[in-house]
DNA sequence: CGGTTGTCGCAAGCAATTCGCAGTCTAGGC
DNA sequence: GCCTAGACTGCGAATTGCTTGCGACAACCG
């Protein structure tokens, strides 16, 4: 996983400051395993530092993702936004309506519905979201009604 | 497209009433050629009944959902969501980031994903959400930083 | 070690969506 | 047709997720 980034320079290189918030807020992404609202973010760290506002996480979210350091998805009918390093691989979202969690998978797919468009509609694919939601092996066999305990609520 | 459905019978079917407002909600997204955000509804639905109010045309949209009439869908980072009425047929979303189009086209790529996902991930996928932002046919010339003028704002 | 001037914390603001409630209108029985 | 039960609606207020204005503060250049 190619998120192995400097912050520092990479942000002194467009103007921009290396500040505390900024630092926690890159390293909850990175740490991160799957994708997390900005909530959840601010919760991790609030945990570490319980100074940084809720605000300056938006913010440094959004400039993170102005220099290509992260990246924005809205997934499922989830009203809230979902944030996560960039990769420099493609890939796409599993979002399970059992448990809740939200994983994502590199391969070819992306690739192939990117060609797709290209020569069949002549679309030039900018980005590729392609979310999926289902039940993942663990929660397969449940009903709809009555789902498993949310392990991410 | 199959979104000839007759609503009453459907409504009354599952015990539900046909009202002037999801009358108008119906008939609003039935003719729409493209997707069209919660406030868009409602302004065509006031152009014909002022009296419907906001409230309604949410209400009427979220029981479409549930009796599969219509589908939700959040696009791109747009922070409002979308509807459409439901379709048979596995479709995905353009959605050009130079005049704001939303298209969706049909086609065998969202059943290849679903096989791909089943047979390779064990993971059954219940909604394909395919969202492609990037530049039609007739924006991909421009650059990104002079965006042609949006028709749909 | 200062001096700029980006950034931050805070609190108010905004947009999309939902909820509570009392009055209204649909559907079904007569 | 007419009547009644209770499903729906309109309204306004509440929630949620996110953004912004502003004075204080602290990174970074020299």
Do not use: K
């Amino acid at each position: 996983m190619d998120t192995d980034v400097m912050l520092g320079p990479v942000l002194r290189g467009h103007g921009h400051r290396l500040t505390r918030a900024r630092q926690l807020v890159w390293e909850t992404l990175r740490g991160a395993e799957r994708h997390l609202t900005a909530h959840e973010i601010a919760a991790q760290v609030h945990a570490v530092d319980p100074g940084v506002n809720l605000a300056s996480v938006y913010r440094s979210l959004t400039l993170f993702a102005e220099l290509d350091l992260a990246r924005e998805s809205r997934l499922g009918a989830d009203s809230a936004a979902r944030w996560e390093p960039a990769h420099p691989d493609e890939h796409f979202h599993l979002v399970c309506t059992g448990c809740g969690e939200v994983s994502h998978h590199a391969g070819d797919l992306v690739e192939q519905v990117r060609a797709h468009l290209r020569d069949g509609h002549r679309f030039r694919a900018d980005t590729v979201d392609l979310v999926v939601t289902g039940r993942c092996r663990r929660c397969a066999p449940r009903t709809t009604d009555a789902p498993p305990p949310r392990v991410h609520p």
